[in-house]
């Protein structure tokens, strides 16, 4: 079920070095919302705090408040480990367990949750999510096969159907597509369109075509300078990012004026 994300006045920490300052912002349901900025402005720091991967590395904390559907995220007695199973994140390089087979990979997750899947509701669960992840009809013969054999973009798409087969409320995606080849990342494309029916997503991506092709709503980051935060500076639709933004440093930004 696709759920709202609110994030309230976040400041994001490695130990006493703030990294990302002051964001507010209102993701929807049933959206694509796309993190641009330029590299160090904080967007792969502030994703990870949706779902709280940011507190694993060693001094990573945060103040403000992150509400999904209306709960805090960092409320007392929410279990991270419950969080990251409602709130899936997938990553810059497609990271499938490269000897266990595609099967198990898509179900690798789903096993955590229910440690006594049965075979038929398992295979159930691996063709419902490699479908949902279009990679089924390329590996449906080959299920025993390691996962490590496929193609990068196999691989990454091999990663959304395990994000996918918990079925998880929200999707992180961390520039999904950076290691892939132009028409592994036009599949890719199509699925975020067709998997926000069911998701919100958010996906950081450098690539301006790729922001405003997949996505409804742009957040441009920013960093006035090494040490500094960085910052939202701008959240709209993202057709108004794109053509008609406010403030200079997202038109400078998009239009490759930067730096
Ligand atoms: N594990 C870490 N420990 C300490 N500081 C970190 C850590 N990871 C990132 N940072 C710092 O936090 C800031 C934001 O980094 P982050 O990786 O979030 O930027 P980014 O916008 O995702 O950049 P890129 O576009 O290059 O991926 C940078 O100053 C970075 O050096
Ligand atoms: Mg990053």
């Known amino acids: 079920m696709s759920k709202s994300i609110e994030v309230q006045?976040?400041?994001?920490?490695?130990?006493?070095?703030?990294?990302?300052?002051?964001?507010?912002?209102?993701?929807?349901?049933?959206?694509?919302?796309?993190?641009?900025?330029?590299?160090?402005?904080?967007?792969?720091?502030f994703l990870r705090t949706l779902n709280r991967m940011h507190e694993v590395i060693p001094g990573g904390h945060v103040k403000g408040r992150v509400l999904i559907d209306g709960d805090d995220l960092y409320g007392p007695g929410v279990d991270p480990v419950l969080v990251r199973r409602h709130v899936g994140m997938v990553f810059q390089r497609p990271n499938p367990f490269p000897t266990m087979s595609i099967r198990e990979n898509v179900l690798a997750g789903a096993r955590l949750n229910n440690k006594r899947l049965s075979k038929s509701d398992g295979d159930a669960l691996v063709e419902k999510s490699l479908q949902g992840a279009n990679l089924w009809n390329e590996v449906k013969d080959r299920l025993d096969k390691p996962g490590g054999g496929l193609s990068g973009g196999q691989q990454q798409r091999l990663c959304i159907a395990r994000a996918i087969a918990v079925s998880p409320d929200v999707l992180l995606m961390d520039e999904p597509c950076s290691?892939?080849?132009?028409?592994?990342?036009?599949?890719?494309?199509?699925?975020?369109?067709?998997?926000?029916?069911?998701?919100?997503?958010?996906?950081?991506?450098?690539?301006?075509?790729?922001?405003?092709?997949?996505?409804?709503?742009?957040?441009f980051f920013n960093i006035a300078g090494t040490g500094k935060p960085g910052k939202l500076i701008e959240y709209n639709d993202t057709s108004t990012i794109f053509t008609a933004p406010t403030v200079q440093a997202t038109e400078d930004y998009v239009s490759g004026r930067f730096g």
């Open 9 to 45: 006045d976040l400041n994001v920490y490695y130990s006493d070095f703030l990294a990302v300052e002051g964001v507010s912002i209102d993701i929807e349901p049933r959206s694509v919302t796309a993190f641009i900025g330029p590299s160090g402005c904080g967007k792969s720091t």
């Open 179 to 219: 290691a892939l080849d132009p028409i592994s990342t036009f599949a890719i494309e199509e699925l975020i369109s067709e998997l926000k029916n069911d998701y919100t997503i958010v996906i950081v991506t450098h690539n301006m075509q790729q922001a405003s092709r997949v996505s409804d709503k742009t957040a």
